[in-house]
């Protein structure tokens, strides 16, 4: 196989060095604080949609996300809807709840990615993709009501983004390189010294964010690893593997993935070790119901 040349401005660092730019690179507020004020309203046992609807109109981004998705072809609807209240009514508190945390982290996430070349609306794509994903796969094990299996999921690539902040020229020649023959982390090891999943959990940790976030992007390739979260990091390495084999959205990671692969990943033996467990096709059902849905409703959140 003929080598591609190196360029000669991405030469790999030492970790002194990522440290270092990794001490440069701005924080995501709005991952330590996602809409506290939204969700703190959401989860109250009596939910007034005249109420969520005022705190939504606050934040005029999210109320063209919130209106854009609605009047998406995945929910159908044949008159559009341009009242708050009425989206509001038809999307229903978890898609809300879930949309208010996606939409300052993406606006987070786009001030990072202003100085690489890469086809970011269609990561945005793949980091919810993989964030609704990640959802289906724990609730169709297990019942689960809070949204840390959603956050782990929305934010296990982050290291891609750290990548293109901190080492734009790394990052431009390990796409350049990235032509599907090989795995993209092996890659980055060899053209920074790193690989995104674990520049993105040096990120988390430095900016003093929840051991679920930095352990969904440091072991969400291998979740066996982990020794906290294994079930949750599971489900993340499940679902980000589901998104790519579907080619929904990009990730940059060219590699095929075939669905017998996803389903025969180490996650699987984690979540579900009996493998003639009936809940395997149960879940599996749910999943491929969600992902036929899951392009249209993202075309509608970015």
Same mark, same amino acid.
């Given at each position: 196989?003929?080598?591609?040349?190196?360029?000669?401005?991405?030469?790999?660092?030492?970790?002194?060095? @990522?440290?270092?730019?990794?001490?440069?690179?701005?924080?995501?507020?709005?991952?330590?604080?996602?809409?506290?004020?939204?969700?703190?309203?959401?989860?109250?046992?009596?939910?007034?949609?005249?109420?969520?609807?005022?705190?939504?109109?606050?934040?005029?981004?999210?109320?063209?996300?919130?209106?854009?998705?609605?009047?998406?072809?995945?929910?159908?609807?044949?008159?559009?809807?341009?009242?708050?209240?009425?989206?509001?009514?038809?999307?229903?508190?978890?898609? @809300?709840?879930?949309?208010?945390? !996606?939409?300052?982290?993406?606006?987070?996430?786009?001030?990072?990615?202003?100085?690489?070349?890469?086809?970011?609306?269609?990561?945005?794509?793949?980091?919810?993709?993989?964030?609704?994903?990640?959802?289906?796969?724990?609730?169709?094990?297990?019942?689960?009501?809070?949204?840390?299996?959603?956050?782990?999921?929305? !934010?296990?690539?982050?290291?891609?983004?750290?990548?293109?902040?901190?080492?734009?020229? *790394?990052?431009?020649?390990?796409?350049?390189?990235?032509?599907?023959?090989? %795995?993209?982390?092996?890659?980055?090891?060899?053209?920074?010294?790193?690989?995104?999943? %674990?520049?993105?959990?040096?990120?988390? %940790?430095?900016?003093?964010?929840?051991?679920?976030?930095?352990?969904?992007?440091?072991?969400? *390739?291998?979740?066996?690893?982990? !020794?906290?979260?294994?079930?949750? @990091?599971?489900?993340?390495?499940?679902?980000?593997?589901?998104?790519?084999?579907?080619?929904?959205?990009?990730?940059?990671?060219?590699?095929?993935?075939?669905?017998?692969?996803?389903?025969?990943?180490?996650?699987?033996?984690?979540?579900?070790?009996?493998?003639?467990?009936?809940? *395997?096709? @149960?879940?599996?059902?749910?999943?491929?119901?969600?992902?036929?849905?899951?392009?249209?409703?993202?075309?509608?959140?970015?």
């Amino acid at each position: 196989m003929t080598q591609i040349p190196k360029s000669t401005l991405a030469v790999p660092v030492g970790r002194k060095e @990522i440290m270092m730019q990794l001490s440069r690179c701005p924080s995501l507020p709005s991952l330590a604080s996602i809409n506290k004020a939204l969700q703190g309203l959401l989860i109250v046992e009596q939910r007034y949609t005249a109420q969520i609807a005022e705190i939504i109109r606050r934040d005029p981004s999210l109320t063209s996300r919130l209106l854009r998705l609605v009047n998406s072809v995945y929910y159908g609807l044949s008159t559009p809807v341009n009242s708050i209240e009425e989206a509001v009514f038809y999307l229903g508190v978890r898609q @809300i709840r879930q949309l208010a945390m !996606v939409t300052p982290v993406i606006e987070d996430f786009q001030r990072l990615t202003r100085q690489c070349d890469f086809p970011w609306r269609e990561f945005w794509q793949h980091c919810i993709g993989t964030a609704i994903l990640t959802r289906e796969v724990t609730s169709s094990i297990s019942a689960q009501s809070e949204d840390a299996d959603y956050v782990a999921g929305l !934010v296990h690539d982050v290291g891609k983004i750290v990548m293109a902040w901190t080492f734009p020229d *790394h990052f431009t020649e390990i796409h350049r390189q990235a032509n599907g023959t090989r %795995e993209l982390i092996e890659i980055e090891t060899e053209i920074l010294g790193i690989d995104h999943a %674990e520049l993105g959990a040096l990120y988390l %940790e430095r900016h003093h964010l929840p051991e679920l976030m930095v352990n969904s992007s440091r072991y969400h *390739h291998q979740p066996e690893k982990a !020794v906290q979260f294994p079930q949750t @990091i599971a489900a993340v390495q499940i679902a980000d593997l589901l998104v790519r084999s579907e080619k929904i959205g990009f990730s940059g990671n060219l590699c095929p993935v075939t669905r017998d692969e996803c389903f025969a990943a180490s996650g699987w033996k984690l979540l579900l070790p009996d493998v003639q467990a009936p809940e *395997h096709n @149960i879940a599996r059902a749910s999943l491929n119901r969600t992902l036929e849905d899951l392009p249209q409703m993202l075309e509608g959140l970015v």
